[in-house]
């Protein structure tokens, strides 16, 4: 129930399973409004290869960042190649910060490769969970990429 | 002066009546869509949308049925 001029959110989760090429999902919101209902709608382009991407290459692609030992994992790093000929700048345009930072240098110069780090939020240490961050470069076609991020826990 | 009263009270009343009619929730979301570019397979993807209730009655989200 929102009481008038109140706001929540609504997390949407899509599984891309082993679907390929381009997808789209459309998650209907039932509410006493009436009908019809209202709908958001999200896509994404299902790669097979993330090795063979344009105009950057990230390695790797799914950040596992775990916790099976005493000493805490709070950070890693992650490597973005840019495979075009023209410098990039990687923006993030959206991310589960109640989790985590990303750091990245403001160019990745053409042929380069760059380190970014992921950080974890102080309040998370102790959870498991799988979110995702999403970079949009400002080459011709605002490429964007969506990179998991997953972390579980065995603590001895 | 007894007159004036009553056609005040139904005046009101006729105002209230008509409020309570037009009262009704609205839900507003203002980013209505996201496109995630690029990702890999056997991945869970998450994004939030923010959900606002505008209208002048409280708002009930029943349930979300995926796409």
């Known amino acids: ?22 997808i789209s999902k459309q998650p209907r919101i039932e509410t006493n409004e009436g009908q019809p209902d209202k709908t958001v709608k999200i896509s994404a382009d299902i790669l097979i290869n993330p090795d063979s991407t344009y105009p950057v290459v990230i390695k790797p692609y799914k950040l596992n960042i775990s916790q099976f030992g005493e000493k805490i994992r709070d950070e890693m790093t992650f490597k973005i190649e840019n495979v075009s000929d023209l410098d990039l700048k990687p923006s993030i345009i959206d991310i589960a910060s109640e989790f985590f930072e990303i750091k990245l240098p403001g160019t990745i110069k053409a042929g380069k490769t760059i380190e970014g780090v992921l950080k ?37 | 002066m007894q007159k004036k009263l009553i056609l005040f009270i139904l005046i009101l009343g006729l105002v209230l009546t008509f409020s309570l009619v037009q009262a009704a929730p609205r ?39 995926p796409g």
Do not use: C
């Open chain 1, 1 to 22: 129930m929102l009481a008038v001029g109140d706001s929540t959110r609504l997390e949407i989760i899509f599984t891309t399973h082993r679907y390929k090429n381009r």
């Open chain 2, 27 to 65: 839900l507003t979301i203002p980013e209505t869509e996201f496109d995630f570019g690029f990702a890999p397979q056997n991945s869970k993807l998450t994004h939030t949308f923010w959900l606002h209730s505008t209208g002048d009655d409280t708002l009930k989200i029943l349930r979300v049925k």
């Open chain 1, 120 to 156: 974890l939020k102080k309040d998370v240490l102790e959870k498991a969970f799988e979110k995702t961050f999403t970079i949009e470069f400002n080459d011709d076609a605002k490429s964007r990429f969506t990179i998991p991020v997953q972390r579980s826990l065995r603590l001895p």
